[in-house]
């Protein structure tokens, strides 16, 4: 198991910034890729961005690319969401994947591991 906890989400304006955080404990390394997704109210999960544990290879969602960026620390077991320029759009649920079974995926069904979620609202 790899329980992964998520931290920094919040209520941001426009034009905004955040960042967060997701620690991962447990069988960390089996890890392959860490990803964030993001579900709104009425939507489907959807792929934000990813890094892959060892390489650090980086892809990114067309609509948060420039604006976002994920990076990881392996001494701390952590992934981070560095997000700028936010707008109302970017407002949902962010969560924290990893899977241990494969290369990068944007299909939310290959990861094995979930977070909680963290609520990122942008307000107008």
């Known amino acids: 198991q790899v329980p992964l906890v998520e931290s920094g989400g919040g209520l941001v304006q426009v034009g905004d910034s955040l960042r967060l955080s997701c620690a991962a404990s447990?069988?960390?390394?089996?890890?392959?890729?860490m990803g964030w997704f993001r579900q709104a109210p009425g939507k489907e999960r959807e792929f934000v961005a990813a890094?892959?544990?060892?390489?650090?290879?980086?892809f990114y969602a067309n609509s948060v690319k420039d604006r976002f960026t994920v990076s990881r620390d392996n001494a701390k077991n952590t992934v981070y969401l560095q997000m700028n320029s936010l707008k109302p759009e970017d407002t949902a649920v962010y969560y924290c994947a990893a899977r241990n079974d494969g290369g990068f995926g944007y299909n939310y069904e290959q990861y094995n591991y979930w977070g909680q979620g963290t609520q990122v609202t942008v307000s107008s």
């Open positions: 447990g069988r960390t390394f089996s890890i392959t890729v």
């Open positions: 890094i892959t544990w060892n390489a650090g290879s980086t």
